[in-house]
């Protein structure tokens, strides 16, 4: 099994940052990619990055591209989500994935709010 820990969402003003780091612990063999989804409320969960573990590919929505940039530290078995010039769109409770070929992870969400 596979525990994700989120942590760095807050509230912040329009075109500011943050940054969101995602722990995975437990038993980590196999988990070959790792990612960001979000969902605001009454909307469906929508991806927002991915990366490979080996690699280090990456994927964005296209609502985040040349904003948000995810990144991993495999040594500390932890991802990051640096999120520049946020919107008020970008609010939403911000998740951490983790895929294994049979199975799919989820971290309980950390709340990012962006003022307008």
């Known amino acids: 099994q596979v525990q994700l820990m989120e942590s760095g969402g807050g509230l912040v003003q329009a075109g500011g940052s943050l940054r969101l780091s995602c722990a995975a612990s437990g038993f980590l063999g196999g988990l070959n990619v790792m990612g960001w989804y979000r969902q605001a409320p009454g909307k469906e969960r929508e991806l927002v990055a991915t990366i490979t573990r080996a690699g280090g590919r990456t994927n964005y929505a296209d609502a985040v591209k040349g904003r948000f940039t995810i990144s991993r530290d495999n040594a500390k078995n932890t991802v990051y989500l640096q999120m520049n010039s946020l919107k008020p769109e970008d609010t939403a409770v911000y998740y951490c994935?983790?895929?294994?070929?049979?199975?799919?992870?989820w971290g309980q969400g950390t709340q990012v709010t962006v003022s307008s």
């Open positions: 994935n983790a895929e294994k070929q049979y199975s799919m992870y």
